[in-house]
């Protein structure tokens, strides 16, 4: 798939993909979204990037909130003709791009938001500092990924399980071994690249920024009722999330 | 054990304790110390503040660096007692004192260190407080704990292990659930507290500290010939380092 990996273009995963987002209850609804949503500052008059928009959802929903201007950039033409269709606005523009390639973007951004995309690419510091100058000096960059506990994994069963099915623990192998990662998901192939806690925090560190706030979301009791295997949160969680401010 | 829980001056624990830093190569010796000390910004003139300091070595060593006073405070009259013994100088000041109890100490501190002592704090939030408020504006915090991926072990074998008996995965649970952990450590009721790296990350970032530096030590090839267990490490690491600043 090379450096601008795009598995979303490939139309057995962005159809497989297009199962998962169409469920009314998954992780990304139930965990994922909420916790990032709740990191946002006041969005009234703010000119926002969105790095790996894909259908361009919360795109509109930074406009619902008042954002005077959003740029939605994704490396998918198959998820940017559903953006344009689904999440079309004057003031959103939608760019095919890759992320690697965002250093000539014009303007400068009060908040840089990215969901569940920074695990795909494998230059983390040079995303960083393009990042960052594209922030606003008071800006600031709230972006989730996969946990470093999830991108861990190379191969072999990820839990070991009770007889319920439910994980009892968590088979952890090569946090520390940090880089490429081939997973299965709807196809084969699809790389992301682990890093650990403290490469993630020192590289943001270097970068530039500094953190306000880091989240590794919890299910609740109702979110548990709704998918039960959720309560295998507890031993590892999916997602971890950071607000970092300009330095 | 209590609040200001105080195994070390149990004969039992003490004994074994002793036996293990006696050893020519352990975790200790060939991991942790070099991490932490690595950090360690230059000495000179100093004003230095040891927060579990045990036998007293790195009070010494501190005082070679150039350090112009060390103080080291240590719950346990045992620890002291060899402390006094062994680590002896007109400008180390060693005090019996629970580190829930440092508010009032006085003057101001250039570095506050303190190696593998913080996992046993319950109170996480006033101690980081009193540290922040001991040092000097520029002054700097380098800790050491159990990583969270140890911490974070209820009950059971902390391995799924090879025919080799090397580990091949380390079966990770409860890591989402902070709190309390009693241990076995040549005695049964050893009280550690885990948290998770958010919880970490954001009580430090609340506490007025900037993170400056994080590590998550690795062995290095001689160690590993010399332990050969180091090998689990890549799986999963012992320790984590901080360095801070204030805000």
């Known amino acids: 798939m090379g450096k601008n990996q795009n598995v979303y273009d490939d139309e057995i995963f962005f159809e497989g993909y297009k199962g998962i987002r169409a469920q009314e209850n998954n992780y990304n609804k139930l965990q994922e979204q909420p916790a990032i949503k709740s990191l946002l500052p006041d969005l009234k008059g703010k000119r926002i990037l969105d790095l790996g928009c894909g259908y361009g959802d919360s795109c509109s929903y930074f406009i619902e909130k008042g954002a005077q201007k959003v740029v939605g950039i994704d490396i998918s033409k198959k998820m940017l003709e559903v953006a344009r269709k689904e999440n079309s606005h004057e003031n959103i ?5 890759s992320m690697d390639d965002i250093e ?3 303007g400068k951004f009060d908040l840089v938001y990215s969901s569940l995309a920074l695990h795909y690419m494998e230059d983390f510091e040079k995303l960083l500092m393009d990042i960052n100058n594209l922030m606003r000096k008071d800006g600031e960059f709230i972006y989730s990924q996969e946990h470093p506990l999830s991108t861990a994994h190379r191969k072999g069963l990820r839990w070991t399980r009770g007889e319920d099915g439910m994980g009892i623990h968590y088979n952890l192998a090569n946090y520390m071994k940090s880089g490429k990662r081939e997973t299965t998901w709807f196809i084969d192939g699809v790389i992301k690249y682990h890093r650990t806690f403290s490469e993630i925090i020192n590289t943001v560190n ?5 953190i306000e706030k880091i989240l590794e979301p919890l299910p609740s009791e109702e979110d548990i009722k709704l998918i039960p295997k959720m309560v295998q949160d507890f031993h590892k969680p999916n997602f971890l999330i ?3 401010g300009k330095k």
């Open 93 to 97: 523009e939608y760019l095919e791009k």
């Open 104 to 106: 000539n973007l014009s």
């Open 206 to 210: 270097e970068c530039g920024f500094q």
């Open 242 to 244: 950071l607000k970092l």
